[in-house]
């Protein structure tokens, strides 16, 4: 390996190479090289490192705006979804109410009144007249029961005459 250094483009690397060659004995053997930049290092690489992290800043803060912009417009677009799909929702509803509507006048106007109620009514009438009717033919035949009754028991009661029963 050689020792030897390719002339450095700026002050800056003309400096640091400077550092790094051996230190001789002989002030006179070292080339002096006129400064150019400031001769405090630490603040030189933080300016370094300060204007590395303002770009990188701004490459963030555009990334975040248009972020926030997508962001928005997704928001945007949610809500005129939610709308829509509201719209169609009370549209169907109405459509499902406007049908049950017409369903029912057309069934009023196909039946009209409903005919059987009279009809109805008078079978309600007739059966519980019916209902009462054969209540009354059930106690005459359990009175009729109950006189057969006495009479097949006690032969004494009988109408007929003993002698012509055979």
Sequence with gaps: ????????????????????????????????????????????????????????LEKFSTRVDTLLINVKDAKTEVVNCNRISESERERVLDEISNNSKKVQTELKACIGAPSQASSLELVQKSQSSAENSIQALNKRIDAIQMVLHVFTTNPALSLVHPADRL
């Design 1 to 56: 390996m050689s020792t030897e250094r390719k002339p450095a483009p700026n002050a800056l690397w003309a400096y640091l190479l400077q550092k790094d060659l051996p230190a001789s004995s002989d002030f006179a053997a070292t080339p002096m090289i006129p400064l150019m930049a400031p001769v405090d290092r630490t603040n030189t690489s933080m300016r370094m490192l300060i204007h590395d992290m303002q770009a990188t």
